[in-house]
């Protein structure tokens, strides 16, 4: 793994591809685990975040041993005039949820209000239970009333990553192992 520099930042390597997909093979398990009654007619629906967990959703995916749907969604968030600052637009969700079983699946949570809004956005569609699985989470900065149920890694550190689906400035997403960045 070499260094990468984007727009004159230097990210160097931090977590490499092997440790990546075992982690993914872990939260898989306990998916599965929690899962394993779904039948077809009653199947969990999986909603992915673009563009970041493309990558995450990709690889967790082909690891799921139970009957599954999968939508994909953009958010679209503006600083509003609400006390928590962000405002959260769910974009593309064309199919109803009511009565159903729903996974959120994002790349990453940092503070936890982008997930935290989605899940109330969700909840207003009476699904029957909603889980958060994440591929990165950063513990020292997600707030604590955020439950996420399937964190694939938890990040200590409180720094920016890119790599696996994470970009800065929209680049990086390709990269198969994660950078951090190098202060
Ligand atoms: P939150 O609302 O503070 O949890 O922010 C979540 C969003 O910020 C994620 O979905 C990412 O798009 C972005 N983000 C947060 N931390 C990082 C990082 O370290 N690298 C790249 N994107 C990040
Ligand atoms: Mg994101």
Known sequence: MRNVVILGKKFVPYIN????QE???????EINECYKDATVEDAPIFVSILNGAFMYTSDLMKKLTFPCELSFIKVSSYNGTESSGKVVEVIGMNRSIEGRDVILIDDIVD?????MR????FEKEKPRSIKIAVFMYKDQT???ELK???P???MKDDAFIIGY???YNEIGRNLRDIYILEE
């Open 17 to 20: 591809e092997d440790i990546i």
């Open 23 to 29: 982690a993914i093979c872990k939260s898989a398990e």
């Open 111 to 115: 503070s936890g209000l982008t997930m």
């Open 118 to 121: 989605l899940k109330e956005i």
């Open 142 to 144: 997600c707030c604590k």
């Open 148 to 150: 996420v149920d399937f």
């Open 152 to 154: 694939s890694i938890i």
């Open 165 to 167: 689906g994470l970009d």
